[in-house]
């Protein structure tokens, strides 16, 4: 009993910046500043651009949209306590304002997963049957897939943190990131874990999982329809259509299954990658997706229709060659 007495109880946690570089963390929120500038500003354009051009508003530019409004979220929901410790060494964070933190993150990647997946549909049916394109993706089927996508992305990482709540947290409040992870504040627990490290376990087979696994799917059936293309002029112009999504897939999928990895499965040793792929999950998409998105040949701004044969077609899908 006296040991459970004495067990001292921690009433908030202390967020890291570059462990081993404290002393000039001023000088490293120069290029943070940067990187979230960019990222808002570079977001919010192609929104700006995509709403007041009434010729822009197709699925795959709708789709577009998404992943901007995604990534500037996911940009605002880590800004401030990023900022904040780079700046003014303001570490310290209460349980209840990590938990929100991380509900944030985590609802948003969730939800940047389930565009990405959409955003290979939309490729798929684009190079696989163009002309039903305009009639299969049609602006109120589209707004479902929004929602559900958006409800999923909510509704599993939901429970996170009530299940954390109900913990008392008397280990090191010490936490690896500048931002709140579910993966990590729930090791700090005093209480057994099994419980929550289970679910996460299926929040991430569930959702990154089975997106990058439909993803897959999606590009094999897509490369097989390519090679069926006679014009070699055609087949090279239908892969270019995909770069820029492979691009983005690749951008988010990569450090994020690794960090996933690393939290559940590292040592010691995996802490500085551990920190690294943390904020290159969280940074790097909501920064270079505007960039690759939108420099792409196959995702410029614009479209090409012919009004003699049906709806307008994407710039990147192609005639009845492909059918």
Request: net charge neutral; aromatic share 10%.
């Amino acid at each position: 009993m006296s040991a459970v007495n004495d067990t001292k109880f921690n009433s908030a946690f202390l967020l890291t910046g570059i462990p081993g570089l404290e002393d000039v963390h001023l000088w490293i929120s120069i290029p943070f500043f940067l990187i979230y500038g960019i990222s808002i500003v570079g977001n919010s354009v192609i929104l700006f651009i995509i709403k007041t051009d009434p010729s822009l508003h197709e699925p795959m530019y709708i789709f577009l949209s998404m992943l901007a409004i995604t990534d500037l979220a996911l940009s605002i929901a880590t800004m401030p306590t990023t900022l904040r410790i780079l700046l003014f060494n303001s570490r310290e964070i209460s349980p209840n304002a990590c938990f929100a933190q991380l509900f944030f993150i985590h609802s948003l990647s969730k939800i940047e997963s389930s565009v990405l997946l959409l955003m290979a549909f939309d490729r798929f049916i684009a190079i696989r049957d163009p002309l039903r394109y305009a009639s299969i993706l049609t602006p109120p089927r589209i707004a479902k897939m929004g929602l559900v996508l958006v409800l999923r992305g909510v509704a599993v990482v939901f429970p996170l943190p009530f299940l954390l709540k109900r913990f008392r947290y008397c280990r090191t409040n010490v936490l690896s990131h500048s931002y709140c992870l579910h993966q990590e504040v729930m090791k700090m627990a005093c209480s057994d874990i099994t419980v929550n490290s289970i679910y996460g376990l299926f929040i991430i087979v569930s959702t990154v999982g089975l997106d990058s696994l439909l993803i897959l799917l999606s590009y094999v059936m897509i490369l097989k329809t390519v090679l069926s293309i006679t014009s070699h002029a055609e087949c090279l112009r239908a892969l270019n259509t995909c770069v820029s999504h492979l691009c983005a897939v690749l951008l988010f999928y990569t450090p994020e299954i690794g960090l996933s990895v690393i939290h559940r499965f590292g040592n010691s040793s995996s802490h500085l990658l551990q920190i690294l792929l943390g904020y290159i999950a969280l940074l790097v998409p909501p920064l270079m997706n505007p960039i690759v998105v939108s420099s792409s040949p196959g995702s410029s701004i614009g479209y090409m229709g012919d009004e003699k044969h049906g709806p307008p077609i994407p710039s990147w899908t192609f005639t009845s060659e492909m059918t």
